[in-house]
């Protein structure tokens, strides 16, 4: 993508249309003419006339209005797609589905850029389309016949390695390509499983492969950087309904429509007609409650909790925690804003936010919490502006106790220290390392010492740095580039570096490291975490489908987890599935739990 593009304008504040200088109109050119055999079309910048086909599409609302239209003719080539968009911002355009018409207008390369993005650094895929475009309806025809998209028809491998603007496009190899190949065209999916939920966006994920990294409850599940699961597709009903899906549920029979790409989520089905959505009455899970001799250690990521949010998100957590998670002894939570929420007014004392949650917990017949947490520095540790979350313990009093011990703050790191042949904190609660660079605005963990039954037990909640800036799974560079990944590492190993303190001082202590890392179970970060066998994860005694805390872009995959030392022993583990999966969510985090024995 060379420095001769021009920009012919913007779309909307996330997208620009590129072009490049024009040259003289092009006859007889067909829609696979435009489109060509790679995913920038080889008539970019020119203006044709005249380019015929039937509308098989139309879309009034959102930031790119206009039609689809597709060549009832296709030229054989199974890498030119015969689908192509007209964009027209001006008006809704005087066409139906089935007119006949002919186009005339400028080649141009879609891109949906983030801020402080551009078409040249982007790592999302372009849409070819015609802008400045003006059409003759001709007559009406039939609309061309959709093509079905099945378990068989696209491939498992899901991108080649590369630039894919600069590479020819192999459908018959790769999942990107195929669906490039097809792009704009009419193609349809019959009786789909949803695998992620319908978003506040009006939008649902699909499988077309039913068995692809399948979990019990109909989940596709992430299982590694190679496994992307390439049947995942976005529906995004046009003009049309939309169910309120969870996943696990059916789309019955047929759905249909344009294929087009959206940077939230690569790859869409825009749906001109839709299944039968099929609810399969997949609910909220409740655990078990912990025998009297076990510690119930949970984590819960709240989704940015603020003293602010409507009593209506307290009752419903309280009762996640309360009822499906029958009242864990300890629980570390994240996202825990201020007071006054994402009000930037220099206020970081929560005791309000919390306050309210444990009063709603209380009233949803769960025990009477108590809390532990450090105040921010005031817009240090990342997160929505002026909400300066952090994480926090509740506790309950009548069956653990908190050691507190003074001396941690914001700033101040927390140190394994020994005493009478054990370990212990040098502050209770304090935090890890909070100056290191790998913490710049980000959350710091929060360490705290209890006592349960007798015996030590340290708990160490996370928080670890967002995604944010990674390349997405279907973008054009490929294999996409994991940029955040550097300084989860960094986190991971300043936690690690303070576990192995403990243990050097204590070979037998029962350490817990919980939170959501916001990474994978394979991931470097968590390989950082039990290098060496210091600690190990608690999900490896689930089926590898089944360790899940969080659906995204129809992916099932685990960012929360929770770790433990070989001092802690057994240990009886469970994801409680309260909303990753459900269009209805309190938090768009799953919490989990760990028994303990110590």
């Known amino acids: 993508m060379g420095s001769s593009k021009v920009l012919a304008g913007a779309l909307a504040a996330c997208g620009v249309l590129v072009v490049l200088p024009g040259s003289a109109a092009a006859a007889e050119v067909r829609i696979h003419d435009v489109q060509g055999a790679g995913r920038v079309s080889p008539l970019l910048g020119q203006r044709v006339s005249g380019v015929p086909g039937v509308v098989t599409g139309v879309r009034t609302e959102g930031t790119a209005p206009g039609f689809w239209f597709q060549d009832p003719e296709p030229d054989g080539d199974p890498r030119t797609s ?87 496009l192999d459908p018959a190899r790769f999942a990107l390509d195929y669906y490039e190949s097809r792009e704009h065209m009419n193609v349809s999916v019959t009786d789909a499983r949803v695998v992620g939920p319908t978003d506040a966006y009006g939008a649902l994920t699909v499988t077309s492969k039913p068995e692809q990294n399948a979990g019990e409850r109909g989940t596709t599940t992430y299982l590694g ?19 309120a899906a969870n996943v696990g549920d059916e789309l ?45 250690v949970a984590t819960y990521n709240v989704e940015n909790l603020a003293g602010t949010d409507e009593q209506s998100k307290f009752d419903r957590l309280a009762r996640g925690v309360a009822v499906n998670l029958a009242a864990p002894d300890v629980i570390a939570l994240e996202e825990v804003q201020d007071d006054t929420g994402a009000t930037d007014d220099g206020v970081v004392a929560a005791d309000g936010t919390l306050r309210r949650l444990v009063d709603a917990i209380a009233a949803a017949g769960g025990p009477r919490y108590e809390w532990r947490q450090i105040d921010p520095v005031d817009g240090a540790d990342g997160g929505q502006p002026g909400g300066n979350i952090r994480v926090a313990f509740l506790f309950d009093p009548t069956r653990v106790s908190f050691v507190d011990r003074p001396g941690g703050d914001a700033v101040t790191p927390v140190r394994a220290v020994p005493a009478e042949g054990r370990a212990e904190l040098s502050a209770s609660p304090g935090r890890i390392a909070p100056a290191d660079p790998a913490w710049e605005a980000s959350r710091k963990p929060l360490v705290g010492e209890f006592s349960f039954r007798g015996e030590p037990v340290f708990v160490v909640a996370n928080h670890f740095t967002s995604k944010g800036g990674d390349q997405p799974l279907h973008g054009r560079f490929q294999p996409p580039a994991r940029e955040s990944e550097r300084q989860r590492v960094e986190q991971a190993r300043l936690v ?53 805390s969080y659906v995204y ?42 028994r303990l024995r110590p």
């Open 82 to 168: 015969e689908g192509l968009f007209v964009y027209a911002p001006d008006a809704p355009p005087r066409v139906a589905v089935g007119d006949v018409v002919a186009v005339s207008g400028t080649v141009a390369e879609y891109y949906a850029v983030g801020d402080g993005e551009q078409p040249e650094t982007t790592p999302n895929q372009s849409v070819t389309e015609l802008s400045g475009a003006n059409w003759e309806v001709t007559g009406t025809a039939p609309v061309p016949a959709a093509e079905p998209i099945t378990p068989d028809s696209v491939p498992d491998a899901y991108a080649p390695d590369g630039e894919l603007d600069a590479l020819p």
């Open 225 to 243: 950087y190679d496994e992307p699961n390439s049947g995942r597709l976005k529906v995004e009903p046009v003009g049309l309904p939309v169910p």
């Open 252 to 296: 019955a029979g047929r759905t249909e429509g344009p294929l087009d790409y959206s940077r939230f989520g690569g790859y869409l089905l825009a749906a001109t007609a839709l299944g039968e959505h099929r609810p399969v009455g997949v609910e909220p899970e409740v655990t078990r409650a912990q025998d009297p001799d076990e510690l119930a």
């Open 496 to 548: 690690r570096g303070l576990v192995a303190d403990l243990t050097a001082i204590d070979p037998g202590a029962k350490v817990v490291v919980t939170g959501d890392l916001n990474d994978f179970g394979f991931s470097p970060a968590v390989s950082a975490l039990t290098e060496g066998g210091l600690l190990s994860s608690a999900a490896d005694a689930l089926p590898p489908v089944e360790r899940y």
């Open 553 to 594: 872009e129809g992916n099932a995959q685990a960012l929360d987890h929770v770790l433990t030392t070989p001092g802690v022993g057994r240990v009886d583990y469970d994801v409680v599935h309260v909303n990753a999966e459900f269009a209805d969510q309190t938090s768009d985090h799953d919490p989990q739990l760990a």
